[in-house]
């Protein structure tokens, strides 16, 4: 054997769920704060926040990111609560951006804060946002983020495309409340390079409330092909969103049916919630604190093994998942990072 030192592999252990399912992608939520109080998400006094204590650090978070990268994880999207109202994120996305073997990083925002970040998101190489768009009308965007801060939304907008950072829009259906949008809003999709995505809405808004007839993907479906009748649907990728494209269109759109759990048999993510927990579904309440373990003086080792055995004891589906956890309290989206 050659003395010579080997190259170090980046990804010497790949994931592998106990379904056959690579795991590659972590959703990371540093924050369960946010400016916006969306209905979907939130009831109107906002959610009860963790004691900041429990939150976990951008150190602690770097670490547990690094930990992530060396198993696996290709690509990781910062999420919230929302995300800028953290200090000190720029710094903290600069460095994970760096760690060897993290191929992709993206960031999911409301975009209240966000434009005056844009260059340095460019400078930084974000490979893309999203960014959450319910409706093309103020006052009606009032009436969902129970805020008046729509023309901050749509600088952020405008300003990722000057800055050529891709983009995708989230968008929740809500029945009675933007389901009359959808064409104005996949209409984005012909003026600009952008991928609009129309969201199932999802039972995640901190007050237990089960979603009376939700909007569901084959009704956005058949309303996308109703306005546009050259929708046409795209092969099948591993993400969450069924793609379509409208001939002539410089965007894409996209249906995520996160109600109907219809994407669970290509489920790639993992999710860490501003608390450090772990939750390998959205739709499982039972989770792993890695930053109270972190705290305890666990070594990387260890902590490698608890994600691993997470890994390996997932559910095949968001409804099983959700079975076994019928009792937990019903979380907000700014909780679980969405
Ligand atoms: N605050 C940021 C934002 O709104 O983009 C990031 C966090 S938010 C929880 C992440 C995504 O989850 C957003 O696109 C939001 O629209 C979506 N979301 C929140 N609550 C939801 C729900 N009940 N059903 C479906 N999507 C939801
Ligand atoms: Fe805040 Fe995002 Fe939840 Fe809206 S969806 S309340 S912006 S965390």
């Known amino acids: 054997m050659s003395p010579q030192k080997q190259p170090q592999s980046r990804n010497p252990s790949p994931l592998i769920d106990n379904f056959g399912r690579p795991i590659t992608y972590l959703r990371l939520a540093v924050t369960d ?3 916006l109080r ?3 998400c939130m009831p109107p006094e906002g959610i009860s926040l963790l004691p900041r204590e429990q939150v976990a650090t951008f150190e602690e978070l770097e670490r547990l990111v690094r930990i992530f990268v060396e198993l696996g994880i290709s690509k990781v999207r910062i999420t919230g609560g929302e995300p800028f ?4 994120l720029l710094p903290f996305l600069e460095k994970i951006k760096k760690l060897p073997g993290l191929n992709s990083l993206h960031v999911t925002t409301n975009g209240v804060q966000t434009a005056r970040f844009i260059p340095q998101l460019k400078k930084i190489g974000l490979n893309g946002l999203n960014l959450s768009l319910d409706t093309l009308r103020p006052e009606r965007f009032y009436r969902i983020a129970r805020r008046e801060y729509f023309e901050r939304v749509w600088e952020t907008f405008r300003s990722a495309l000057s800055y050529e950072i891709p983009l995708k829009i ?8 933007n389901e009359d949008e959808l064409a104005a809003l996949a209409s984005l999709a012909r003026d600009y390079p952008v991928e609009v995505r129309f969201i199932e809405q999802m039972p995640f808004d901190g007050q237990k409330r089960p979603i009376h007839n939700p909007v569901q993907y084959s009704e956005i479906e058949a309303s996308l092909k109703t306005a546009f009748p050259n929708l046409r649907k795209l092969p099948r990728t591993n993400g969450t ?3 379509f494209l409208i001939p002539g269109f410089k965007g894409h759109l996209g249906i995520i049916g996160g109600y109907s759990r219809c994407f669970c048999s290509a489920c790639n993510r993992l999710r860490l919630t501003a608390a450090g927990i772990l939750h390998t579904c959205l739709y499982n309440k039972n989770g792993v604190n890695l930053l109270q373990l972190l705290r305890a003086g666990a070594s990387d080792g260890e902590l490698r093994k608890t994600v691993f055995r997470m890994v390996t004891s997932r559910f095949a589906n968001g409804q099983q998942a959700e079975a076994a956890s019928p009792n937990a309290p019903q979380s907000s989206m700014a909780s679980i990072g969405g």
């Open 38 to 40: 969306c209905t979907y």
């Open 85 to 88: 109202v953290r200090k000190d």
């Open 241 to 243: 969103a069924r793609l």
């Open 170 to 177: 989230n968008c929740v259906v809500q029945r009675g409340v």
């Open 33 to 35: 704060r946010c400016n």
